[in-house]
């Protein structure tokens, strides 16, 4: 191997501070390390990614396919007395605060965006809590897919849509790099906690190659440069997880599973 192949599946405001976690853990295991954007979650298999930020549901897919094609390395603690020191993230309901909407019941018939059907925070959880709440598919007036969390954001914030489900690490990076922005937004509901995106590796790779780039990440923060880049990204720190931790997705998708079928 002459070079490490890291791919972020996740929102692009969050891209500097995996880019320079991949440089980190090339510097330290002595070899490039490149981040691009991740295009198919098939890389892994074919030797296009050797690691990965992706989230929570896809992780659950690929974990359960027949080639096992990723394993776990680790997953980030958030910065934030809400996240309790745990490897979680949140599904925050936004709209604007000149919005009429104090909660989501108040969502009814509404104009609603959501980034992508692959995404837990975004689509997944949504859909269970209306299968939850017993209401059908046509629950929103409007449903606009935008491809990803901040065209979401710009939407609601342009008034073109009422509402979105955004994923909490996605939206604190927001308003660290958007104050002014951020005022404008109103957070009316909260869903989750759920197992936060993790850090995955691919299965072929050698197995004391994927120690040694878990070991890293797992002390990254004890570096005070490191500690700075991590909080742009609002991550505290990496720990251990394990394939059991992500169960309450694969659940929520089994129970929402008909409610996304209609």
Same mark, same amino acid.
């Given at each position: 191997m002459d070079t490490l #192949?890291? $791919?972020t599946y996740l929102a692009p405001n969050i891209y500097d501070a995996y880019a320079f976690i991949a440089r980190s853990v090339g510097e330290k295991i002595g070899l490039p390390a490149h981040l691009a954007?991740?295009?198919?979650?098939?890389?892994? $298999? @074919?030797?296009?990614?050797?690691?990965?930020f992706l989230c929570g549901l896809p992780y659950t897919q690929l974990a359960d396919a027949p080639d096992h094609a990723i394993e776990l390395l680790a997953a980030p603690v958030l910065h934030g007395e809400r996240?309790?020191?745990?490897p979680i993230y949140f599904s925050d309901v936004v709209v604007r605060?000149?919005?009429?909407?104090?909660?989501f019941d108040d969502l009814r018939g509404c104009g609603w $965006?959501?980034?992508? #059907?692959?995404?837990?925070?975004?689509?997944?959880?949504?859909c269970y809590n209306l299968w939850q709440r017993g209401e059908m598919s046509d629950y929103f007036g409007e449903l606009v897919e935008t491809g990803s969390h901040l065209r979401s954001l710009s939407l609601v914030l342009d008034g073109v849509i009422d509402a979105t489900a955004i994923d909490s690490?996605?939206?604190?990076?927001? @308003?660290?790099?958007?104050?002014?922005?951020?005022?404008?937004?109103?957070v009316i509901e909260t869903f989750g906690p759920s197992p936060i995106p993790p850090v995955v590796i691919a299965s072929m790779l050698d197995s004391d190659l994927k120690r040694r780039v878990q070991d890293i990440l797992l002390t990254l923060h004890e570096d005070s440069i490191a500690a700075s880049a991590l909080h742009q990204g609002a991550i505290e720190r990496f720990v251990h997880? @394990?394939?059991?931790?992500?169960?309450?997705? #694969?659940k929520i998708n089994r129970e929402a599973i008909s409610f996304k079928s209609l």
């Amino acid at each position: 191997m002459d070079t490490l #192949r890291f $791919a972020t599946y996740l929102a692009p405001n969050i891209y500097d501070a995996y880019a320079f976690i991949a440089r980190s853990v090339g510097e330290k295991i002595g070899l490039p390390a490149h981040l691009a954007v991740g295009q198919s979650f098939n890389a892994f $298999a @074919c030797g296009q990614v050797d690691v990965g930020f992706l989230c929570g549901l896809p992780y659950t897919q690929l974990a359960d396919a027949p080639d096992h094609a990723i394993e776990l390395l680790a997953a980030p603690v958030l910065h934030g007395e809400r996240y309790q020191q745990r490897p979680i993230y949140f599904s925050d309901v936004v709209v604007r605060k000149d919005s009429p909407y104090t909660s989501f019941d108040d969502l009814r018939g509404c104009g609603w $965006a959501y980034n992508q #059907r692959t995404s837990h925070s975004g689509w997944n959880i949504v859909c269970y809590n209306l299968w939850q709440r017993g209401e059908m598919s046509d629950y929103f007036g409007e449903l606009v897919e935008t491809g990803s969390h901040l065209r979401s954001l710009s939407l609601v914030l342009d008034g073109v849509i009422d509402a979105t489900a955004i994923d909490s690490q996605v939206l604190d990076v927001f @308003c660290l790099q958007h104050p002014e922005q951020a005022e404008s937004l109103h957070v009316i509901e909260t869903f989750g906690p759920s197992p936060i995106p993790p850090v995955v590796i691919a299965s072929m790779l050698d197995s004391d190659l994927k120690r040694r780039v878990q070991d890293i990440l797992l002390t990254l923060h004890e570096d005070s440069i490191a500690a700075s880049a991590l909080h742009q990204g609002a991550i505290e720190r990496f720990v251990h997880v @394990c394939d059991e931790d992500y169960n309450p997705i #694969r659940k929520i998708n089994r129970e929402a599973i008909s409610f996304k079928s209609l």
